[in-house]
């Protein structure tokens, strides 16, 4: 059920659970032990549970990036200049965060 480690109970009746092969991964913490609660790991596959890790790490570095994109302009102002000069379009001339959409 992916809802496994000391926090679900007696880790020791797991013995049999193929989660037991993430449990000893990096980030796995007490209370909780390992935690999937979607039960991705079920089939315990290492190749797809290290995929999905990697995964996990470059959509999250992708979020911080588009987060500052989002920050930056408002804190440290836009380029000068123009983005466009064939459309006379400057880089001040779009407006910020969701109203740019």
């Not at 496994?4 to 990096?26: C, H, I, K, Q, V």
């Not at 980030?27 to 991705?40: K, S």
């Not at 996990?56 to 804190?75: D, F, K, N, S, W």
Request: charged fraction near 20%; proline fraction near 7%.
């Amino acid at each position: 059920d992916g809802l496994t480690g000391s926090a679900w109970g007696d880790w020791a009746l797991y013995g049999a659970s193929p989660l037991r092969a993430f449990e000893n991964e990096l980030g796995v913490q007490e209370p909780v032990g390992f935690w999937d609660p979607l039960g991705f790991t079920a089939d315990g596959d290492l190749l797809a549970f290290k995929r999905r890790r990697c995964v996990e790490l470059t959509h999250g570095r992708i979020c911080m990036l588009a987060t500052m994109g989002y920050i930056t302009p408002e804190v440290a102002g836009k380029f000068p200049g123009y983005l466009s000069p064939s459309a006379n379009l400057k880089f001040a001339d779009i407006p910020n965060g969701l109203a740019a959409v």
